[in-house]
Structures are given as C-alpha cells and as structure tokens.
C-alpha cells in the first residue's frame, strides 16, 4: 500500500503546493511518451494523473507500466467510469460528482467499480468531485448529463464542499472542466479553502504558470494542469 494521500496531508501541513499534470490516455501515444515523460522529469509536478470523462483506449496498462519505466512520480487515476481502473497505478481518486444529481456518477459508477478494486492494491483517495460553470460546456457536463454550479453563487459552492467533507470525502476537488473557458476564480478558491480541513485540490482553465500561482495563492493545496500541457509540453518552461 502506498501513503500518497498522507504526503498530499503533510504536505499542506508544511504549507507545500503540489502540482498534477492530468493526462488522457486517449491522447497519448507509446511512440512519443519518452518525450512527454522526460518533460514531465523536468517540470515541478509532484504527481502525474490519468484518466478522462471518456476513454476510449485499450492500452491503458501498457501506457502506465511505459511512464514507470523512467518516472519516479506517483501515478494517479483519474477515472470517468470503472473501465478506467488499472491496478498498474499506485492509487484512485474515487471521485463522486456531488455538485450533479445523477446517481450514475454520484454512487452507481462507484458500487460498480469496488469488485474491480478488492482485487488491486490500488490506495483508494475519496474525492468530492464539483464541477464550476466555466462558460462553455465541457466534456465532464456533457458525458455526465450534470449542470455546473453557478460560479457567482459562492455560497452554495462552499455549502456542497463542506457537505462532501461531512460526508467523509478525504479530498475536495473545484473542477472548471477540461479546456473551460474561464478557471474557478480566485475568490471561490479562498472561500472554500477557509471553510474546509480537509486538501482542496482545483483545476481546469488554468492557461499559463500565473494561474497556478493564482490559485496557490487562494488556498488550492494542489493544482491539475492538463489542456495547457496536452497542447504545449513546453508549458512549464514559460
């Protein structure tokens, strides 16, 4: 068992920000992942993600077992539906879309995905899982037939993060979508980063090395670059 969800809490305890690059494996390509991992050796991220709203890949095994050859960085599913599940991983985040109300993607994907992970040692992380309006639909609105909460409405926002903490959730995760036009600002960030305990983690939107900074600087514990890198794997280098 590994203890990547105790080092994301020592972490924050330090006061240390940690930095995901998400990847879709439907987008990644054996042939020129040497390139893609030496960037990554040399970026500041701390974990690598995988997964997506919708994979469609096979290879999925294969991809990971490649990254390990020559990444030392803990790899960490970021699963749409149990299909995405690989015990080549070191963990999951077991994601529940709590800012939705359709029970595929806030319990049933998750009771149908449990026989798969009793036969790994994959470290199991619960993720309350909120999707912010971001001016354009994304693919997680479209695949999960959810809405987005409100960006203006700040209060509700804060309300459903503090519900997924008593819920039990080990990580709350302020998501804008995949290629989002607009990243979750800075205020919802700080408001909800000082009305919770437990990590807050954010993404999506965020365009250059300024917005992560941004949000490190509103409370985001951990930031998840992924368009950005996937369309310039010279991001970091800005």
Same mark, same amino acid.
């Given at each position: +068992?590994?203890?990547?969800?105790?080092?994301i809490i020592?972490?924050?305890?330090?006061?240390?920000?940690?930095?995901?690059?998400?990847?879709?494996?439907?987008?990644?390509?054996?042939?020129?992942?040497?390139?893609l991992?030496?960037?990554?050796n040399?970026?500041?991220?701390?974990?690598?993600?995988?997964?997506?709203?919708?994979?469609?890949?096979?290879?999925?095994?294969?991809?990971?077992?490649?990254?390990?050859?020559?990444?030392?960085?803990?790899?960490?599913?970021?699963?749409?539906?149990?299909?995405?599940?690989?015990d080549?991983?070191?963990?999951?985040?077991?994601?529940?879309?709590?800012?939705?109300?359709?029970?595929?993607?806030?319990?049933?994907?998750?009771?149908?995905?449990?026989?798969?992970?009793?036969?790994?040692?994959?470290?199991?992380?619960?993720?309350?899982?909120?999707?912010?309006?971001?001016?354009?639909?994304t693919?997680?609105?479209?695949?999960?037939?959810?809405?987005?909460l409100?960006?203006?409405?700040?209060?509700?926002?804060?309300?459903?993060?503090?519900?997924?903490? +008593?819920?039990?959730?080990?990580?709350?995760?302020?998501?804008?979508?995949?290629?989002?036009e607009?990243?979750v600002?800075?205020?919802t960030?700080?408001?909800?980063?000082?009305?919770?305990?437990?990590?807050?983690?954010?993404?999506?939107?965020?365009?250059?090395l300024?917005?992560?900074k941004?949000?490190?600087?509103a409370?985001?514990?951990?930031?998840?670059?992924?368009?950005?890198?996937?369309?310039? +794997?010279?991001?970091?280098?800005?």
């Open positions: +068992m590994t203890n990547i969800y105790n080092e020592q972490s924050k305890v330090e006061r240390k920000k940690l930095l995901a690059v998400l990847l879709d494996p439907d987008k990644l390509v054996l042939e020129n992942l040497d390139l991992i030496t960037k990554i040399h970026s500041p991220a701390s974990h690598i993600f995988i997964g997506g709203s919708h994979v469609t890949t096979t290879i999925l095994n294969e991809l990971i077992l490649k990254i390990k050859q020559n990444c030392n960085l803990p790899i960490v599913l970021f699963p749409g539906n149990p299909s995405q599940i690989s080549k991983a070191d963990a999951i985040l077991f994601l529940s879309l709590i800012s939705g109300r359709n029970p595929d993607y806030l319990i049933e994907h998750q009771v149908n995905a449990v026989p798969i992970l009793k036969q790994t040692d994959l470290e199991v992380i619960s993720t309350g899982y909120i999707l912010i309006e971001s001016g354009n639909e693919a997680v609105e479209r695949v999960s037939k959810t809405k987005p409100d960006r203006n409405n700040i209060d509700y926002i804060i309300q459903t993060a503090q519900a997924g903490e +008593m819920l039990g959730n080990k990580l709350i995760y302020l998501e804008a979508g995949s290629g989002a607009l990243p600002s800075f205020q960030i700080k408001k909800v980063a000082q009305n919770i305990e437990i990590p807050l983690v954010v993404g999506g939107g965020i365009v250059d300024q917005g992560i941004d949000s490190y600087a409370g985001a514990d951990l930031v998840v670059i992924g368009t950005a890198f996937e369309n310039d +794997m010279n991001f970091f280098n800005q």
